[in-house]
C-alpha cells in the first residue's frame, strides 16, 4: 500500500492503521496476565522500580505483551504514536536515516523504555525502532495509561514518577552530546 504521508509504499500488515485488519503472532499484542507475566518479571523494569508487589500486580491489567523476531520493525519514525514500550527481554535499537545511512541514536536493552514522547503528547514517532534480537515487549497503549489515571491514581503516582526521571536522564544526555557537539565544532573552527 502507498502510504502518502511518508510517500512510500509499505506492507499493509505493518502500516498503523491497517495492523487490526491482519493476523499475526508475530508481534500481535497479549494481555500480559494470559502470557505469564508476573509481578516479579516487571522488577525488571526500571520505570516500575518504585511500585510495591500488589501495585505491580495491579498493573499487569494495564499493559500487553508484544513478541518480536529479530529484525521486526516495532515503528517507523513518523508513524502516529499511541503507545510505549518496556523491553522485558531482547534488544533493540532506535534508529534515524541521515543522508541515506543508518544513524543508530540507542541500543535499548531489559529494564528500558521507549515511546514515551508519543504516549504522552500522542505525536509523530522521531525515529525508527528495530528488534536487534528476539524480543519480549510490554505495550502500554495511550487508552490504558488514560484507564490508570482513571481507575488507578495509587499506580499512576510511581508509574509517572518513574517516567519523569528517565525523561530527565534522557534530556541531559542529549543536552551533554549537544554541548559536546558544540565544543567540538568550536575545536575544529579554531583549527583551520
Known sequence: VFSE?????????????????FKSTVGAPAAAATMGITPGALRRIRILADMDERQLASFLQYIEVVKLLPNA????????GDAMFLVLGGELRAR?????????????TVGECFG????????????DVIANTECLLLKIS???????FREAPALAAPFLLGLSKTI??????????????ILFARTANQAK
Open 5 to 21: 504521508q511518508r510517500g512510500e509504499w509499505g506492507r499493509a500488515g505493518e502500516m498503523v492503521e491497517l495492523k487490526g485488519l
Open 73 to 80: 520493525m516495532v515503528f517507523n519514525k513518523g508513524d502516529h
Open 96 to 108: 534515524v536515516i541521515v543522508g541515506g545511512q543508518e544513524s543508530t541514536l540507542a541500543t535499548l
Open 116 to 127: 514515551e514522547m508519543a504516549v504522552i503528547d500522542e505525536g509523530p514517532r522521531s525515529a
Open 142 to 148: 495511550g487508552g490504558a495509561l488514560k484507564k490508570v
Open 168 to 181: 530527565s536522564t534522557r534530556v541531559r544526555t542529549v543536552t551533554k552530546r549537544y554541548e559536546d557537539s
